[in-house]
């Protein structure tokens, strides 16, 4: 599969290293010297809450069947809703696991969080936010309702704690990378293998604007209503196509979200996903004592925390590489193989050296493009640029976004 070239107009990257960043409502002192710094990663660092999931619609490429150990039988059992018919695994993670299943020739998609699974009360506590601020983006009449998962009942059990949504497609993330180890002169080396999408994503430059677009407009619902999503990466983002076309974007997983105006309970989420002003924030004294979350607020626009997030997920797509791998991963090509490390994959997922490399990128972004051989459209790059400002006053709304001259062009 050849890697997407696009084409490069260096008019539109700002290549000035001294320029600081004009909001500071933390510390950013140590941001003056993010030049290159050191990030090599002793493990993989897999995105936060990341659940395995299968599809729920077909698609040419295999997918690995997903299987509970005799442990996770053991913790889950064979229980269901009551009304309910389990038909398939879909997915599953550290704290809970995921069903199709069906009630009346109606499908869904069931979380289940056993009693007796480890962090039971954090996750049962997290879903029940996720509930509060669905009901509250429920409220506002807007187009982007398609746009996001509904979600439908949250039950309580004896043995369990239910989640009851509406069945999508299938993550973002698992159809435009399959990861493998594999060894490379008896080297561990992860092999990137790009998939479908992602070939279609970066062929035909009105697939990537039809997803953009759906995304954007459920954002700004978001923004609307004055919710935060908290945690916009790949894997919370479920897709569907046909051929050429997109059919469905919705963007899932509110247990990291927090209302804009009351922001009690902003929580760490997937740390290479994350603006620089977030990932200071969670690294300061003001989180560690639940304080000044209102003061982040007051530096950024609704928006703008899940815009750089969105623009993370734009880059990812475009240099074909997750950000995340902090290990050695391969892209073989047709022209090359290709060597390399995710762009903000630093040790321990520290938030301090993610930000230097966050850092380091827009101040060399041509240099990065070079070395994933990626050639970039002026108008691509300009909204890019525009979400992954540094300053998050000046980033790019959801609205200002759908009216870019990258997604008006057809």
């Given at each position: 599969m050849l890697l997407f070239r696009l084409r490069i107009s260096s008019k539109n990257i700002s290549t000035d290293t001294h320029k600081k960043p004009s909001v500071n409502p933390f510390n950013y002192s140590f941001l003056n010297h993010a030049t290159q710094p050191p990030a090599t990663a002793l493990q993989i660092a897999l995105p936060s809450k990341q659940l395995i999931i299968q599809p729920a619609i077909e698609t040419c490429e295999k997918i690995e069947k997903i299987e509970l150990s005799k442990e996770e039988e053991e913790i889950y059992g064979n229980r269901m809703i009551k009304g309910f018919h389990k038909i398939l695994l879909l997915g599953k993670g550290g704290c809970a696991v995921v069903w199709k299943a069906s009630k009346e020739s109606k499908l869904y998609a069931i979380k289940q969080?056993?009693?007796?699974?480890?962090?039971?009360?954090?996750?049962?506590?997290?879903?029940?936010?996720?509930?509060?601020?669905?009901?509250?983006?429920?409220?506002?009449?807007?187009?982007?309702?398609?746009?996001?998962?509904?979600?439908?009942?949250?039950?309580?059990?004896?043995?369990?704690?239910?989640?009851?949504?509406?069945?999508?497609?299938?993550?973002?993330?698992?159809?435009?990378?399959?990861?493998?180890?594999?060894?490379?002169?008896?080297?561990?080396?992860?092999?990137?293998?790009?998939?479908?999408?992602?070939?279609?994503?970066?062929?035909?430059?009105?697939?990537?604007?039809?997803?953009?677009?759906?995304?954007?407009?459920?954002?700004?619902?978001?923004?609307?209503?004055?919710?935060?999503?908290?945690?916009?990466?790949?894997?919370?983002?479920?897709?569907?196509?046909?051929?050429?076309?997109?059919?469905?974007?919705?963007?899932?997983?509110?247990?990291?979200?927090?209302?804009?105006?009351?922001?009690?309970?902003?929580?760490?989420?997937?740390?290479?996903?994350?603006?620089?002003?977030?990932?200071?924030?969670?690294?300061?004294?003001?989180?560690?004592?639940s304080k000044n979350s209102i003061e982040l607020c007051k530096h950024q626009k609704p928006w703008s925390y899940d815009m750089w997030s969105l623009g993370a997920i734009v880059l990812e797509i475009y240099i074909g590489f997750p950000l995340w791998l902090?290990?050695?991963?391969?892209?073989?090509?047709?022209?090359?193989?290709?060597?390399?490390?995710?762009?903000?994959?630093?040790?321990?997922?520290?938030?301090?050296?993610?930000?230097?490399?966050q850092m380091s990128m827009l101040s060399n972004l041509n240099a990065y493009l070079k070395k994933y051989h990626v050639i970039m459209p002026s108008s691509a790059l300009n909204l890019l640029l525009r979400m992954m400002e540094f300053d998050p006053m000046k980033r790019i709304s959801p609205k200002e976004a759908l009216a870019h001259e990258f997604l008006s062009i057809q």
């Open positions: 969080i056993a009693r007796k699974a480890e962090n039971a009360l954090s996750n049962i506590q997290s879903l029940k936010i996720e509930f509060e601020m669905y009901n509250k983006i429920k409220k506002i009449t807007h187009c982007g309702q398609k746009n996001i998962a509904e979600i439908y009942d949250i039950i309580e059990e004896k043995n369990d704690f239910w989640y009851v949504a509406e069945l999508g497609g299938l993550s973002l993330g698992r159809q435009i990378f399959r990861i493998k180890g594999e060894f490379v002169n008896s080297e561990r080396v992860y092999g990137i293998k790009h998939l479908k999408l992602h070939s279609l994503l970066t062929t035909n430059s009105n697939m990537i604007k039809q997803l953009l677009r759906n995304i954007l407009i459920g954002l700004d619902l978001m923004q609307e209503a004055g919710i935060v999503h908290g945690d916009i990466k790949p894997e919370n983002i479920l897709v569907e196509y046909k051929d050429t076309t997109i059919t469905d974007v919705k963007i899932i997983d509110l247990g990291s979200a927090f209302s804009f105006d009351k922001p009690s309970n902003i929580r760490m989420s997937t740390p290479e996903y994350l603006s620089p002003e977030a990932l200071i924030y969670f690294g300061s004294s003001a989180f560690q004592e902090s290990l050695k991963g391969k892209i073989c090509n047709n022209d090359y193989v290709f060597f390399s490390k995710g762009l903000f994959a630093v040790a321990g997922r520290e938030g301090k050296k993610i930000v230097q490399l």
